[in-house]
């Protein structure tokens, strides 16, 4: 089992930044793909980024391409989203997500272990 925690979230202007992080406790976290999906309020949750287990490989929703980076500490257990250039739709809560192994890094159902999320709101 993993236990996912995130935190980072809050209140910030349009054209600002946050980081969130997620750590991770249980299982040796640093054999484990790990990924951060939002929801906004009246959607569906969807895909934002992900990262293979050794760190070579991310990947973007085409949304935040260029204004997000994902990446992991695994002395820390924890992988980080850095947000910047925030816009007002970026508002939603992000969730972190892992999984030992995934077929397709965007399909939520892919991944085993989730967070109870994290608030983001972006005001105009």
């Known amino acids: 089992q993993v236990q996912l925690v995130e935190s980072g979230g809050g209140l910030v202007q349009a054209g600002g930044s946050l980081r969130l992080s997620c750590v991770a406790s249980?299982?040796?976290?640093?054999?484990?793909?790990s990924g951060w999906f939002r929801q906004a309020p009246g959607k569906e949750r969807e895909f934002v980024a992900a990262?293979?287990?050794?760190?070579?490989?991310?990947y973007y929703a085409e949304s935040v391409r260029g204004r997000f980076a994902i990446s992991r500490d695994d002395a820390k257990q924890t992988v980080y989203l850095q947000m910047n250039f925030l816009k007002t739709e970026d508002t939603a809560v992000y969730y972190c997500a892992a999984s030992r192994w995934v077929s397709s890094y965007g399909i939520e159902n892919e991944y085993d272990y989730w967070g109870q999320g994290t608030h983001v709101t972006v005001s105009s």
């Open positions: 990262i293979s287990w050794n760190s070579a490989s991310t």
């Open positions: 249980g299982r040796t976290f640093s054999s484990y793909v």
